[in-house]
């Protein structure tokens, strides 16, 4: 005869099968280690799916704003504004911007 002696007496609680099944609790364990295994590379899986998505996301934003800006500072640069000016109206750095002046003014 089995006797309860705490309320923590549940099918979840690992005492409930230490106690009474042997070989189900053996093959109940295993399925649940399978199967939470297998729920934590999923897991892992949609979770670098998603950084990886978000990264490439903000790479194509920040090349976009690039190209942008580089459009931009030509169009600047084809209505006489100097690279300082240029660099102001773009916010961008001076260096860059009289690089690009001195790319253009070679073609």
């Keep these: 005869m089995f006797i309860l002696q705490h309320t923590s007496f549940y ?3 690992p005492d ?3 106690c009474i099944f042997t070989a189900e609790n053996t093959l109940y364990k ?3 280690r399978r199967a939470n295994r297998g729920y934590k590379d999923r897991l892992f899986i949609r979770i670098f799916e998603k950084k990886h998505l978000k990264n490439t996301h903000e790479e194509g934003v ?3 704003d690039r190209k942008r ?3 931009t500072a ?3 640069y084809r209505k006489g504004y100097s690279p300082q000016e240029a660099a102001d109206i773009l ?3 001076e260096k860059t911007v009289a690089a690009w002046y001195k790319k253009w003014s070679k073609m």
């Design 91 to 93: 916010e961008e750095d």
């Design 74 to 76: 030509r169009n600047l």
């Design 11 to 13: 099918p979840g609680n």
């Design 69 to 71: 800006s580089i459009r």
């Design 62 to 64: 920040a090349e976009g």
């Design 16 to 18: 409930f099968y230490g």
């Design 30 to 32: 295993e399925k649940r």
